[in-house]
């Protein structure tokens, strides 16, 4: 007898749910963009995926995005829906593209233009009309913001460098109530970065118990990853303590030679203080080198003091395409000046969009942090329309999954599933996500465990990784056949 009709059944693949729990035998349905049936299922459906030999698990949830404006410019979001990710959690390092005002609009266009990309025209003030526009955009994956301090404090107070004064504070606690109001997961902030950089542990303090009173959770690119990442985390749990909220430390890293076997004395400051009752957790990328804009590592020294020039490749430019896949010391030579010279003046020219990948990290760092039970992935892609990006923007989640968990060995695929689906949907907020569960929405992904493996190399990234099939956002294929399609199937997450 026939059993009920499905929109989509997924068929005879192992269902790594999502939890932790052991891979299973069991098909898939989909109904009405939602997970209908978990199990041997009877029925039919109007279209069915041959998933035997497969892995069926949650979509990823990646939760460290700099994807704010490529929502808007590149809606397809293929180095993404490729990976199998299906929800971007954006806003990160205190860096957003709202709220806006004409101070901002021009920050953005001296710098932050080369990170998150080209805007068209701010037609937007707040961040609900912020993220009215990424709806009415249409994008493939689901989106979700961090409200990001960095822009809210240009809006409130421009780049001035001292502590805020109490209209100015209010002010920024007024946007963090807006955002929060529109549905934003929590606060991020940048402390490397200006304006960042110009702000005191009180100030983000205060900004932080606001978000408190929402439930959402404080995510920081930390102070310092190199000699003072353990002030840096230290500073991190302080914040949250205090204003009594989870934290998320970005990307965890120890950045530079002389630092690396560091993250062995920072993790255990987490453990401590999550044995203290502060929820603190963290995200990775799985690769040893880093990558940001080039003004933000050369200001105040970082550069000279912590980095070979050999170790910092120019990954975008906006002009002198030329220089795109060099090494500082080749620039430096081809300009015929000595490297600081020649990272200032790449920097003029440029008028500040020049991104970098720096080879800075261990291997025994990364894969120490990925161990860790609270450590989620992270991406921390940089969608340049121009260049070499970092290859994190193609092939972040692949390569957890085929280097680290299968090559290595250093996760179970149940376990390396979990930190990319259930506890980041658990700590970032977002409801019915990051299970193959009944009831749950279906963002699903279809992938061989035997081939997954990403690309990409930093000479030639833009390459869609192997081994994910199908990728379904909302119940909807955006990746059939390993091909990435334009389907406008993402939805914008609020906090749960
Ligand atoms: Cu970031
Ligand atoms: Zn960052």
Redesign the pocket.
């Known amino acids: 007898m026939a059993g009920p009709s499905y929109d989509l059944l997924i068929r005879g693949g192992r269902v790594v749910d999502g939890t932790g729990a052991a891979p299973r035998q069991a098909d898939v349905a989909v109904s009405e963009g939602r997970i209908a049936a978990v199990g041997q299922i009877e029925g039919a459906a109007r279209r069915e995926i041959d998933a035997s030999g497969l892995a069926v698990a949650p979509g990823f949830i990646d939760v460290h995005c700099h994807d704010d404006i490529a929502l808007l410019n590149t809606p397809i979001l293929d180095f993404k829906t490729a990976q199998g990710v299906t929800t971007l959690v954006c806003g990160?390092?205190g860096l957003g593209a709202t709220p806006a005002n004409e101070q901002f609009e021009q920050f953005y266009a001296r710098g932050t233009e080369g990170v998150l990309g080209p805007v068209r025209e701010f037609t937007w003030r707040s961040h609900q009309e912020f993220y009215d526009t990424v709806r009415a955009a249409g994008p493939a994956a689901n989106a979700a913001f961090l409200a990001a301090h960095g822009t809210i404090r240009i809006v409130a107070m421009g780049l001035e460098r001292g502590p805020p004064d109490d209209t100015q504070l209010a002010a920024m606690k007024d946007h963090v109530r807006e955002a929060m109001d529109a549905g934003a997961l929590g606060l991020s902030t940048?402390l490397i970065y200006l304006p960042g950089a110009f702000s005191q542990t009180e100030e983000l303090i205060e900004l932080a118990r606001v978000v408190a009173e929402y439930g959402g959770l404080y995510v920081s690119?930390i102070r310092n990853e190199g000699a003072g990442l353990l002030d840096a985390v230290g500073e991190a749990i302080r914040i949250g303590e205090e204003a009594g909220v989870p934290v998320q430390i970005?990307?965890h890293k120890a950045s530079g030679r002389a630092n690396f076997g560091l993250t062995a004395q920072s993790l255990p400051l987490i453990d401590e203080a999550r044995a203290r009752g502060v929820e603190v957790t963290m995200d990775v990328y799985p690769y040893t080198a880093a990558s940001?804009a080039l003004v933000a590592i050369a200001r105040g020294g970082r550069l000279a003091a912590e980095m070979d020039p050999h170790d910092v490749l120019v990954a975008s430019v906006k002009h002198q395409h030329e220089y795109e896949g060099k090494r500082l010391d080749e620039i430096a030579a081809m300009m015929d000046l000595p490297v600081e010279d020649a990272t200032r003046r790449l920097l003029r020219e440029e008028e500040n969009a020049v991104v970098a990948v720096m080879f800075v990290m261990d291997e025994g760092d990364v894969q120490r942090v990925l161990q860790h039970p609270h450590c989620m992935i992270g991406s921390?892609g940089l969608p340049s329309p121009t260049g070499k990006p970092h290859p994190r923007l193609y092939g972040t989640f692949p390569r957890v999954l085929g280097r680290y968990v299968r090559d290595e060995g250093l996760l179970s695929l149940e376990e390396g599933v979990r930190r990319m689906t259930s506890l980041p949907a658990q700590t970032f907020g977002l409801a019915e996500r990051g299970e193959v569960r009944e009831g749950y929405w279906a963002d699903l992904v279809v992938f061989d465990p035997d081939a997954i493996a990403d690309t990409g190399t930093y000479e030639d990234p833009r390459q869609y990784p192997l081994g994910i099939s199908h990728v379904l956002v909302n119940g909807q294929l955006v990746v059939e056949d390993a091909k990435p399609k334009h389907v406008p199937a993402g939805q914008v997450l609020a906090r749960a």
């Open positions: 990160n390092c940048g690119h970005s990307h940001t921390d």
